[in-house]
């Protein structure tokens, strides 16, 4: 139980074009799903924290006009890339708490790689 | 200062071995912390979950809390290839609270 999924596992895509990064809860309701990313050999930084229904609450430093989320169901998130440029190169993970759980209980996705050439 | 710091390595053990791995944090108010594993290329998989000070044991895993010294480990008994991974720590101040990431330390077991 508690599995996240994320599409696409990767992509390649050319500098000032947007992205789609999918994620979904399979076998659970997510009130609340969470977005991070992760650059080689550092940790996971939040970037964002989606609740379904309403708006995206961003983290200090983080563009929402760039990164724009979309949590339209209690099983899927969406994070878009807008106008993307190489320094957004980076791993992006989602992750997942269970409907009434806490938010200390998050499934991670497998993560979606990002290139922006 | 980030709330929590972890040493990054690589820490190289021999198969068989204890694992040792540590964070220390500087926020008092964090009560819950937990322990992630993250191979290659995948999204951090939950090891271990802890709510306040003490131990718990899962299998080959020990995880302690001390929070007068805020100080956090994972040992990983009898380790296996297969435990080579990247382990993240983790901690929190409440149920709903964010997540608050260590670097990561990253674990090699040699056969």
């Known amino acids: 139980g508690a599995v996240v999924s994320q599409h696409p596992s990767w992509v390649i895509c050319k500098s000032g074009t947007s992205v789609k990064i999918e994620c979904r809860s399979l076998d659970f309701q997510a009130t609340t799903m969470f977005w991070y990313r992760q650059f080689p050999k550092q940790s996971l930084m939040l970037m964002a924290t989606s609740n379904e229904g309403s708006k995206a609450t961003y983290e200090q430093g983080v563009e929402k006009d760039k990164f724009l989320i979309n949590h339209a169901s209690l099983t899927l998130s969406t994070l878009t890339v807008t106008s993307a440029h190489p320094e957004d190169s980076s791993f992006y993970i989602c992750s997942a708490s269970p409907r009434d759980r806490g938010n200390n209980e998050q499934f991670f996705g497998p993560g979606t790689r990002l290139t922006v050439l | 200062q980030k709330e929590v710091e972890q040493d990054p390595g690589p820490l190289s053990v021999p198969e068989g071995a204890i694992v040792s791995l540590n964070c220390t944090y500087s926020?008092?108010?964090?009560?819950?912390f937990m322990w992630y594993r993250q191979y290659s290329r995948k999204g951090p998989e939950l090891l271990m979950y802890?709510?306040?000070?003490g131990n718990k044991e899962d299998g080959r895993f020990t995880a302690q809390v001390d929070k007068s010294s805020k100080y956090i480990s994972l040992f990983i008994r009898d380790s296996q290839p297969s435990d080579s991974a990247t382990y993240l720590c983790?901690?929190?101040?409440?149920?709903?609270?964010?997540?608050?990431f260590g670097a990561g330390t990253q674990v090699v077991v040699t056969p």
């Open positions: 802890t709510y306040s000070s």
């Open positions: 926020n008092s108010a964090f009560q819950y």
């Open positions: 983790a901690a929190t101040t409440d149920s709903w609270g964010k997540l608050q």
